[in-house]
Nanobody
Framework: VQLQASGGGLVQAGGSLRLSCAAS????????IAWSRQAPGKEREGVAC????????YYPDSIKGRFTVSRDNARNTVYLEMNNLRPDDTAVYYC????????????????????WGQGTLVTVSS
């Protein structure tokens, strides 16, 4: 099982980025796939999740309405579309996977998922 996160970069406040999480060794269709982030000096937090039965679960209130998680089963890839980015969105973003058909209701639970990608850095300048 491997996860490869990509798409991070430097963007100005108000801009957009789309992160990709390409999976191999398993089918994302049947797994819960989550995005988490860790800002400098802060603890990692769950951001969003998608699963067979959940099109999108979003954890921090600060990203609701701005971030959208989606999946392309044919490409075996999960995306995180991030719009209206703010400087406090600056973090390393990770994707992770769990052999579950539902996402957790709690962002802290996705931090315990079994499989993790390497992370991609998102920097939002003011």
């Amino acid at each position: 099982v491997q996860l490869q996160a990509s798409g991070g970069g430097l963007v100005q406040a108000g801009g957009s980025l789309r992160l990709s999480c390409a999976a191999s060794g398993f089918k994302v269709r049947y797994y819960a796939i989550a995005w988490s982030r860790q800002a400098p000096g802060k603890e990692r937090e769950g951001v969003a999740c998608t699963s067979f039965y959940d099109s999108g679960i979003y954890y921090p209130d600060s990203i609701k309405g701005r971030f959208t998680v989606s999946r392309d089963n044919a490409r075996n890839t999960v995306y995180l579309e991030m719009n209206n980015l703010r400087p406090d969105d600056t973090a390393v973003y990770y994707c992770s996977a769990e052999g579950a058909q539902y996402c957790s209701m709690y962002g802290s639970t996705v931090l315990k998922y079994d499989y993790w990608g390497q992370g991609t850095l998102v920097t939002v300048s003011s």
